[in-house]
Every structure is written in structure tokens, then in C-alpha cells.
């Protein structure tokens, strides 16, 4: 698809994309600009649509720190410690919501020698497939797949 096609597709979808960076000093461990960002997470809501994988309406990305992830994984998973990113499927007038620890992400791509930008797409395309409704497994991959690829080819990352 060419890239002028996917922009004006994801035009269309402008307003079902919010992000909401919550720590300012933090903001050099985004790999991607926040345009890019919601091109990407615009992408996978057409991917989504595109697989009939209950694509939610809209989304919403919270970019934190370790703190603000660690007690949102407490408080709504039971779980204690950060971890890279939650998601929270939407309702009828509900957006999605995920929430992306900046640290966890710079934290793995030291730990697993991925490139940032690349890594920060898979979390993203991960947490995408979680909104559409998918526990993790053979489906599950193959949505996060469809929704990485999408956005990879469309930022040329």
C-alpha cells in the first residue's frame, strides 16, 4: 500500500487516537514522536478492523514511568513490579487504554538488543491485540503480527 494511502486512511481515524504523556521527563526514552505514534496505533486499528478481530473504536496510550505502571499492574492485575505495557478494552463509549512503562521499553532493548523504535511497535501491536479481545496464542500472534507489520511498513521502521 502506497504511503499516501495509508496516511489518508489513518486521517480518517485522527480523532479515535489519543495520547496522553504523563511524565515530560521521560519523553527522550519514546523511540517514536508522538505523531508517529499515533499514525502507528491508527495503522493497527485498521489492521485490527481489517482481521474482524473486535477492533475497538478508539484508543487511548498513556505513556508512564515505572511507578505509575508498577501500581496500575497492582491495583487492576494483582500483580506486583512494572511491566511494558496494560491494556484495558474500551466500551460502547469507552475508549481502549493502554498504558506503556518508558522505562520497561528502554530497560528491554538494552536487556534484549532490540531497537527501540521496532520494540516500542511490538509492545504496542501486543497491547493492540489485548483491546480486540485476545489472550495470548496462536490468534493472538497472528493479530499482533498483521498489526506490527502495518505499522512497520507505514513508518518505515
Known amino acids: ?25 521521560h519523553a527522550w526514552l519514546l523511540p517514536l514522536n508522538r505523531r508517529e ?3 502507528a496505533l ?15 473504536d478508539s484508543v487511548e496510550l498513556h505513556l ?4 505509575a505502571v508498577s501500581a496500575a499492574n497492582r491495583r487492576f492485575m494483582n500483580c506486583m513490579g512494572p511491566t511494558n505495557v496494560l491494556s484495558f478494552p474500551g466500551g460502547e463509549d469507552l475508549p481502549g487504554i493502554l498504558l506503556l512503562s518508558l522505562d520497561t521499553l528502554a530497560r528491554e532493548c538494552l536487556l534484549y538488543g532490540q531497537e527501540p523504535a521496532e520494540h516500542a511497535l511490538r509492545l504496542l501491536a501486543h497491547g493492540m491485540g489485548h483491546l480486540a479481545g485476545l489472550d495470548h496464542g496462536p490468534a493472538m500472534d497472528r493479530v499482533c ?3 506490527f507489520d502495518a505499522a512497520r511498513q507505514a513508518l518505515r521502521v
Do not use: F
Not at 64 to 67: I, S, V, W
Open 42 to 56: 491508527r495503522i493497527m486499528l485498521r489492521a485490527l478492523a481489517d482481521a474482524e478481530s473486535g477492533a475497538p
Open 145 to 147: 503480527a498483521a498489526c
Open 1 to 25: 500500500m502506497a504511503l499516501a494511502k495509508v496516511h489518508t486512511q489513518a486521517a480518517r481515524c485522527a480523532e479515535r487516537v489519543r495520547i496522553l504523556p504523563h511524565y515530560a521527563a
Open 64 to 67: 508512564l514511568d515505572d511507578a
Open 37 to 39: 505514534l499515533a499514525l
